[in-house]
T-cell receptor
Framework: SQTIHQWPATLVQPVGSPLSLECTVE??????LYWYRQAAGRGLQLLFY??????ISSEVPQNLSASRPQDRQFILSSKKLLLSDSGFYLC???????????FGQGTRLTVV | QKEVEQNSGPLSVPEGAIASLNCTYS??????FFWYRQYSGKSPELIMS????GDKEDGRFTAQLNKASQYVSLLIRDSQPSDSATYLC??????????FGPGTRLSVLP
């Protein structure tokens, strides 16, 4: 069966510090991968998605970036965090063709 | 930009009643529709997917799709306090990613 791992679960970072969140998927190959962000009390905002290694599509221009160095690894990064980057970051995977998405446990990021 | 709309709630129903959650979407070309349940502080969990007009039943859950009206709903029969959560409606975006609605908060009262 497929599983998705996302870490860390919680993170407190100072303004201006870098960020690296990692997500890995097991039990499937060539998944579509997604990063979403959820601000407190809000819906899910798509940040990045990837349909293959090295292929990244950005939905929201901001100080975040994403990379997919391996088929089942998706990384979200920032060089300098802003207060507005606080939120609940969710990695998800889906089968090729876009049917259904399954979420990791999420990372709650607080920028102070 | 595709839009998915939901009533934010909260929707309160007594235990044992039917909870009805509604969602509308903007793009007539959308093909796949999903309902997720999200407990407070947790990640969303897929509970139903529907691709064709009509009803799809899974246990106490029934998803209803009407593409002509661009409307999808979720019915929860015999609602339990454990069903209290936020329910997110999602629509596929040309098979590449998903657009989510803001969610409806459901409260089932014992």
């Amino acid at each position: 069966s497929q599983t998705i791992h996302q870490w860390p679960a919680t993170l407190v970072q100072p303004v201006g510090s870098p960020l690296s969140l990692e997500c890995t998927v097991e039990g499937t190959s060539n998944p579509n991968l997604y990063w979403y962000r959820q601000a407190a009390g809000r819906g899910l905002q798509l940040l990045f998605y990837s349909v293959g290694i090295g292929q990244i599509s950005s939905e929201v221009p901001q100080n975040l970036s994403a990379s997919r160095p391996q088929d089942r690894q998706f990384i979200l990064s920032s060089k300098k965090l802003l207060l507005s980057d606080s939120g609940f970051y969710l990695c998800a995977w889906g089968k090729e063709g876009g049917t259904e998405a399954f979420f990791g446990q999420g990372t709650r990021l607080t920028v102070v | 930009q595709k839009e998915v709309e939901q009533n934010s709630g909260p929707l309160s129903v007594p235990e044992g009643a039917i909870a009805s959650l509604n969602c509308t979407y903007s793009d007539r070309g959308s093909q796949s529709f999903f309902w997720y349940r999200q407990y407070s502080g947790k990640s969303p969990e897929l509970i139903m997917s529907i691709y064709s007009n009509g009803d799809k039943e899974d246990g106490r859950f029934t998803a209803q799709l009407n593409k002509a009206s661009q409307y999808v709903s979720l019915l929860i029969r015999d609602s339990q306090p454990s069903d209290s959560a936020t329910y997110l409606c999602a629509v596929d975006n040309y098979g590449q990613n998903f657009v989510f609605g803001p969610g409806t908060r459901l409260s089932v009262l014992p």
